[in-house]
């Protein structure tokens, strides 16, 4: 049974930085996409920044320069370092997993989700 563990979130300043952490069990990061989304209600899920098999990562154009995806295979966790917080960026963040290699189609696996409050 897959399972995505989140942690990290918070509440920050605009100007500040928060990291975004998920461990997966059951799974590995190695070997499949993996990224993290955001959702404000109302609107859509929307994709933040991915991280393929091969460690080439996309991150949004809203979000470049500002936040970046890693992992550590090792320990099988997936991050998502955010500096530069913007009240916009404010949402409810979800990390993601991917059946597949490369970040294509929709993730198959969802975390617990962890609120992102950016005040200005």
């Known amino acids: 049974q897959v399972q995505l563990v989140q942690s990290g979130g918070g509440s920050v300043q605009a100007g500040g930085s928060l990291r975004l952490s998920c461990a997966a069990s059951g799974y590995t990061f190695r070997s499949r996409c993996a990224g993290w989304f955001r959702q404000v209600p109302g609107k859509e899920r929307e994709e933040v920044a991915v991280?393929?098999?091969?460690?080439?990562?996309r991150h949004a154009d809203s979000v470049k320069g500002r936040f970046t995806v890693s992992k550590d295979v090792a320990n099988n966790t997936l991050s998502l370092q955010m500096n530069s917080l913007k009240p916009e960026d404010s949402a409810m963040y979800y990390c993601a997993l991917y059946l597949t290699y490369r970040c294509s189609g929709s993730p198959s696996y969802w975390g617990q989700g962890a609120q992102v409050t950016v005040s200005s």
């Open positions: 991280i393929d098999s091969a460690g080439d990562t």
